[in-house]
């Protein structure tokens, strides 16, 4: 697939060449990846050392050099990262339902517990690692993006729900997705204003969002970015109680600046110590080598005096 500046875009088995076009139209210049997994159990999560083992030090250097510098994925100063230290510690969801289907009370309950936890299981690797101050992060869903208020079914008083919308442009091309996309507030979204520090929110910081969890029916993978994480509306309401989510974690480490491997060019030369969840289809779980390239990114970007002063 063709990489453009300041876009990653890749492929796997089963992304369909739509699903490329309004990664595009959509996110314009955010980075943002786009691919299907498959399901591969694998390797479980380290927490012990703090300074990375030699066996993970090759790989990890040399993505960050030859993939994440080269690329600028961290560059954006909307990072997951810098979400949550703006956030001073939370982060805030809108959860953009472009489905027909209806949401119980139950479901939207589950729905913020899973990205908790999704958030999480991230967030724990860089728990006492290299100045990172968040041991627990606060995920909270502040609003509902939807095509019809009614599809927020016994909606409580403090909900908020969302029912502008636009028109998907991947609905011109495949005729399964649903051309009305819902939106919530610019007013509201950090991705429209993290580039002005005196901005402030409507009702305040806590009133704000950080990012999407996109649902799309018919949406064939996955895709992920500083923007939210998008996938099928169905996969969504099938892993609301999972513990680890495969695509929507998969989909967050792009939020933290990690690239895909699809190509053999985009992988180490010397190959991956462990598997990665960020290799399609070659773990289904946050990896060890997971762990290292997440942590190893924190201590980069954290490099720079400017960014991370908000606590
Ligand atoms: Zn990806």
Redesign the pocket.
């Known amino acids: 697939m063709p990489k453009k500046k300041g876009m990653?875009m890749?492929s796997f088995s089963l992304v369909v060449a739509a699903s490329l076009l309004v990664g595009g139209a959509n996110v314009g210049a955010v980075a943002s990846?786009?691919?299907s997994?498959s399901e591969i159990e694998s390797t479980s999560v380290s927490l012990a050392a703090t300074d990375i083992p030699a066996k993970f030090k090759p790989s990890v250097e040399w993505v960050w050099k030859n993939r994440i510098v080269k690329e600028g994925s961290t560059n954006r100063k909307n990072l997951i990262f810098d979400q949550i230290y703006a956030g001073k510690g939370t982060l805030n969801y809108v959860v953009r339902w472009q489905s027909p289907k209806n949401l119980t009370l139950q479901q939207r309950k589950d729905m913020a517990s899973m990205l908790s936890r999704q958030v999480n299981n991230w967030n724990k690797q860089l728990k006492g690692y290299d100045g990172w101050p968040y041991d627990n992060i606060t995920v909270k869903i502040v609003g509902w993006a939807v095509a019809n208020p009614s599809q927020i079914l016994n909606k409580q008083s403090n909900e908020n729900v969302y029912t502008d919308a636009i028109t998907d442009d991947l609905s011109k091309t495949n005729p399964n997705i649903p051309a009305k996309l819902p939106v919530a507030p610019d007013a509201l979204s950090r991705f429209e204003h993290f580039t002005d520090p005196n901005y402030t929110y409507p009702g305040g910081l806590d009133k704000r969002f950080d990012m999407y969890l996109w649902g799309t029916a018919n949406f064939q993978g996955?895709?992920?970015g500083d923007w939210g994480q998008r996938m099928s509306d169905d996969y969504i309401l099938s892993t609301l109680n999972s513990d680890e989510v495969h695509i929507t974690e998969?989909?967050m480490?792009?939020g933290f600046g990690l690239?895909?491997f699809y190509e053999e060019s985009d992988r180490p030369p010397g190959g991956f110590p462990t598997p990665t969840i960020?290799w399609?289809g070659n773990s289904s779980k946050i990896t060890e080598w997971d762990t290292w390239m997440l942590r190893y990114t924190w201590s980069q970007v954290k490099k720079d005096p400017s960014r991370f002063l908000a606590r």
């Open positions: 990653m890749a990846n786009l691919e997994t996955g895709a992920g998969h989909e480490g792009h690239p895909d960020m399609a």
